[in-house]
């Protein structure tokens, strides 16, 4: 029997690091990523789970740093030992995370790194079909991977990038059913650019998965929040505009998707309140994003970022994707949420 083939999961990944080769030919696949946390395996249960809808394979990203030491090659000496604890700790990772999913189809690449993996989490998006992370309430695993600017990643993702938050994660470790969903697919528009690329994106996730697509608008009350707002302003008006421009928007998407169940919600509140309480039995909320670009792509809207942080069930965010189909979306005169 060959070294290889004693190397556990974990072993095999970490004896590739580095190997960039491997990654030459990556296509379409649901990356996923990993640190040991719960939250990150919670997230790649979700994610093995879509791929088995999308019959893709899943990528699992992990990396890790080398303490830095200064002075004599003694210290180096140290820093080797370091190493090999750090290696040996993050093949444990993977090999907890492949046993935490249990048997599948589903292909499974790992890509191991030396340093801050989002450089390589970023590349990777601009082949991928969708980023997976798991996520909890200001902080998790987007928040230990890159600091601060914690909603860089699926501002900067080149595809859409799905959070699973720990709670849900939870829910999922107890009852494996709650993963075939059921319910519905929920989506925010504001009338803009950016919500009709989410809205396609939602609606490929509902027909993928069976289940009805929930258009949701949100139009703030008229309060002194919004006193900039004319006092000779026709709400009523602006209602049945907004509804009309709702079933436009649904005989769009059923051009595309013809048996689709669509239905369409316009609540008063704000958009972050609306669409927590319109998702919270939803198997997926969906929200859009401008991303990648200047300063307003380096943090995500603050619907976007209400939602990340505050939802009990995963949140797809889109970034501006090139969908061809939006060029025959129904064109908003009015913005709201």
């Not at 030459?24 to 946390?37: L, N």
């Not at 919600?265 to 927590?276: E, M, N, R």
Request: net charge negative.
């Amino acid at each position: 029997m060959t070294d290889r083939e004693l190397r556990t999961f974990g072993e095999e990944a970490v004896a590739n690091r580095g190997d960039h080769s491997q990654l030459a030919g990556a296509q379409g696949e649901i990356i996923v990523g990993i640190d040991g946390s719960e939250q990150s395996y919670g997230a790649l249960r979700w994610a093995v789970h879509e791929a088995e809808v999308r019959k893709v394979p899943v990528r699992m990203v992990t990396a890790y740093s080398l303490p830095v030491f200064t002075g004599t090659g003694f210290d180096a000496g140290y820093s080797m030992i370091d190493e090999k604890a750090l290696t040996d700790g993050v093949a444990q990772i993977l090999d907890e995370a492949r046993s935490r999913i249990g048997e599948t189809s589903v292909e499974l690449r790992t890509t191991v790194e030396t340093g801050d993996a989002t450089a390589v989490l970023l590349e990777l998006s601009k082949k991928a079909e969708l980023m997976v992370v798991g996520s909890r309430s200001h902080g998790g695993f987007i928040g230990r991977l890159l600091g601060t600017v914690s909603t860089s990643l699926p501002a900067h993702s080149h595809c859409a990038t799905v959070a699973v938050p720990q709670s849900y994660a939870e829910k999922i470790e107890k009852d494996a059913s709650l993963l075939g969903g059921g319910n519905s697919v929920v989506v925010g528009s504001d009338g803009s650019e950016e919500a009709r690329i989410a809205m396609m994106q939602a609606a490929d996730e509902a027909d993928r998965r069976g289940v009805k697509l929930t258009l949701v608008n949100a139009l703030a009350p008229y309060t002194g929040a919004l006193n900039w707002v004319p006092a000779a302003v026709d709400f009523e008006a602006l209602y049945r505009e907004i509804a009309d421009l709702q079933r436009k928007a649904a005989e769009w998407i059923r051009g595309y998707f013809p048996n689709l169940e669509i239905e369409f919600k316009l609540i008063d509140g704000s958009p972050v309140q609306v669409l927590l309480e319109a998702g919270k039995n939803a198997d997926m909320i969906v929200v859009g994003t401008r991303g990648r670009g200047g300063i307003a792509g380096m943090l995500l809207g603050s619907t976007s970022q209400g939602i990340l942080h505050n939802t009990q069930v995963p949140v797809m965010i889109v970034p501006q994707l090139e969908d061809p189909r939006v060029e025959t979306a129904p064109s908003a005169e009015v913005t709201w949420g």
